[in-house]
Antibody
């Protein structure tokens, strides 16, 4: 069946970097855009942006420019989220989602818990 | 882009109906028919329940319905059941070619 399989939990120190993966299974990655959503502990959903899986062109939400990079490796049907210069405020669950044409998300990864702590 | 405004909490008894509002602006909810609603149980992944303002996602009960008037969208759940207790989030496409989520609403079934 169709799935987005995300990499496991990460524990990082402030200032480090992390790369989260999101592998599309059961469908062709390049048929749909991949979006990233953050959820801090006890907080709501935040849209981080999306990557065009045909062109590799990323679009970042205003609060997610500079330290956040979306990328792809279509040969392994995988999208990536890289965050550099980690801060404790980056502690959150990061979801990848499949976006249907009219801006809704019908398929979600299980989320990757990132904990940033010294 | 500010988050869409939702009530922090709503509650209802089993069998009752409740409505969750989601208020935005003419640059998001008011300008497009691209409002979606998600249900999230504690510790779980969000689940799409409504898209394009009124369309139910596959397999979602017809007790869930969506609507929109002006800059405000709404999710109505009729015949409340214990399993409906969850957090609910709206979202909308915006004129900036971005997406914005609502602040989230915790539904308690009494």
């Amino acid at each position: 069946q169709m799935q987005l399989v995300q990499s496991g939990s990460e524990l990082k120190k402030p200032g480090a970097s992390v790369k989260v993966s999101c592998k599309a299974s059961g469908y062709i990655l390049t048929n749909f855009a991949i979006n990233w959503v953050r959820q801090a502990p006890g907080q709501g959903l935040e849209w981080m942006g999306w990557i065009n899986t045909n062109t590799g062109n990323p679009t970042y939400a205003q609060d997610f420019t500079g330290r956040f990079v979306f990328s792809l490796d279509t040969s392994v049907s995988t999208a990536y989220l890289q965050i550099s210069t980690l801060k404790t405020d980056d502690t959150a669950v990061y979801f990848c989602t499949r976006r249907m044409g009219a801006w809704y998300f019908d398929l979600w990864g299980r989320g990757t818990l990132l904990t940033v702590s010294s | 882009q500010s988050a869409l405004t939702q009530p922090a909490s709503v509650s209802g008894s089993p069998g009752q109906s409740i409505t969750i509002s989601c208020t935005g602006t003419a640059s998001d909810i008011g300008g497009y028919e691209y409002v979606s609603w998600y249900q999230q149980h504690p510790g779980k992944v969000p689940k799409l329940i409504i898209y394009d303002v009124t369309d139910r996602s596959s397999g979602v009960s017809n007790r869930f319905s969506g609507s929109k008037s002006g800059n405000t969208a709404a999710l109505t759940i009729s015949g409340l059941q214990a399993e409906d207790e969850a957090d609910y989030y709206c979202s909308s496409f915006t004129s900036f070619n971005t997406l914005v989520f609502g602040t989230g609403t915790k539904l308690t079934v009494l």
